[in-house]
């Protein structure tokens, strides 16, 4: 079965430092979207992104947060100031025509 | 308005039991509600979804159940397996921007 792949599964950075989170979407997808999972907490909508653009964007995808889809099948989210409390579980995900959407197993953000 | 309440927070059902889950909404607006299942270590994967102009849906041991007039879904396991074993998030949307409201999860034991 196709799947949803993000590198890397765990990152640890210090507080102030950028990270750049990588997914690679399903092939035919073309929308894609960015979600976090704060420990012990719900799963946080962060960002949608269709024909290289951002859709939707929350509360919490401020300034420091971008993302981009740099050639024809990465997709990256990139936190440029990294704070305590962007420590989660950041999920890419991606669905076609459809809105079964598939997620990728996540990359554990940690911030010291 | 925007969130999706979800109870119970955990649950234990004996091994052939029936595991039901519940979720509540407000936004008249959500057209669209997945039940994700997420193992550990795992990102979450769609189980079943429905729309609001049905009642039920079955998928083999997975039933939705929805009740629009109460603002109420859930989601229903039929003989249960130490495998069904996870967490399970129901969410809600909009179809128009798949931007999926989570509930805040439920962590399901099938004892032997």
């Known amino acids: 079965e196709p799947e949803v792949t993000q590198t890397p599964s765990h990152q640890v950075t210090q507080m102030g430092q950028e990270v750049i989170l990588r997914c690679v979407p399903i092939?035919?997808?073309?929308?894609f979207y960015w979600y976090r999972q704060i420990l012990g907490q719900k799963v946080e909508f962060l960002v949608s992104f269709y024909n290289n653009e951002i859709s939707e964007k929350s509360e919490i995808f401020d300034d420091q947060f971008s993302v981009e889809r740099p050639d024809g099948s990465n997709f990256t989210l990139k936190i440029r100031s990294t704070k305590l409390e962007d420590s989660a579980m950041y999920f890419c995900?991606?669905?076609?025509?459809?809105?079964?959407?598939?997620f990728g197993s996540g990359t554990q953000l940690s911030v010291l | 308005q925007q969130q999706v309440k979800q109870s119970p927070q955990s649950l234990i059902v004996q091994k052939g039991g029936i595991s039901i889950i519940n979720c509540a909404y407000e936004n008249t607006a959500f057209d669209y509600f997945p039940w994700y299942q997420q193992f550990p270590g795992k990102g979450p994967a769609l189980l079943i979804a429905?729309?609001?102009d049905v009642s039920e849906k079955k998928e083999g041991r997975f039933t939705i159940s929805f009740n629009k007039s109460a603002k109420q879904f859930s989601l229903h396991i039929m003989d249960s397996q130490p495998g069904d074993s996870a967490t399970y998030f129901c969410a809600a949307s909009i179809r128009s921007n798949y931007q999926l409201i989570w509930g805040a999860g439920t962590k399901l034991i099938i004892k032997p």
């Open positions: 429905i729309r609001p």
């Open positions: 995900a991606s669905h076609g025509a459809d809105e079964k959407l598939f």
């Open positions: 092939s035919n997808h073309l929308y």
